[in-house]
């Protein structure tokens, strides 16, 4: 039964829906800010145009600056292995910490959607209207049963009052299936 508890609480858990309501509705906030900035940068493109090109110059020589450092690095490697393998295991540790920080960001990340969610989702939700209940609704037992089962084929193995009224030594009675009555 833990199985079926576990996909009863996922199933019954609208903290996804409500991040998905949040994150829909960032991206639709976001979205009605594009027209505003897409006529800026029409207006000003000489401007636009000029700090691109400043920022791809900075770039290239940020690239330049970067393959010396490799080449000076390449060359002056340490001939100790020991100190390699302690420089790869500090930063190896340094990226788990970074992954970990990473991990706690998305976290509450997801939770702020979820609670933006929850809010676009009360805001869209008519006033009458119940609200979401954790537990499903309880199944209604059948009134009647099935009229495919045979009714001559459904049998009782408790014997009834008039077989046990009978005298031991005299022959018994063929015994009569019983059929079930469905409820009226």
Do not use: C, H, N, W
């Not at 010396?68 to 020991?82: G, I, N, S, Y």
């Not at 119940?130 to 045979?150: F, G, H, I, M, Y």
């Amino acid at each position: 039964m833990p199985i079926t508890d576990e996909i009863k609480k996922t199933l019954s858990d609208p903290t996804p829906l409500y991040a998905l309501a949040g994150a829909g509705d960032l991206a639709y906030e976001k979205l009605r800010e594009v027209p505003g900035r897409v006529e800026a940068l029409a207006s000003d493109r000489k401007g636009t145009q000029e700090k691109a090109t400043a920022r791809l110059q900075e770039a290239q020589s940020r690239l330049v600056e970067a393959q010396a450092k490799v080449a000076d690095t390449v060359t002056t490697l340490p001939a100790d292995l020991k100190v390699l393998q302690d420089k790869a295991q500090s930063f190896a540790l340094q990226q788990v910490g970074r992954a970990v920080e990473l991990a706690v960001k998305a976290k509450e990340a997801y939770d702020e959607l979820a609670e933006r969610g929850k809010g676009v989702v009360d805001r869209g939700r008519p006033e009458e209207a119940a609200p979401v209940t954790a537990e499903p609704a309880a199944v209604k037992p059948l009134e009647a049963e099935p009229e495919s089962v045979d009714a001559e084929l459904v049998e009782d193995d408790e014997p009834t009052a008039e077989a046990a009224a009978e005298p031991a030594g005299e022959p018994a009675a063929k015994k009569s299936p019983r059929a079930r009555k469905s409820p009226e």
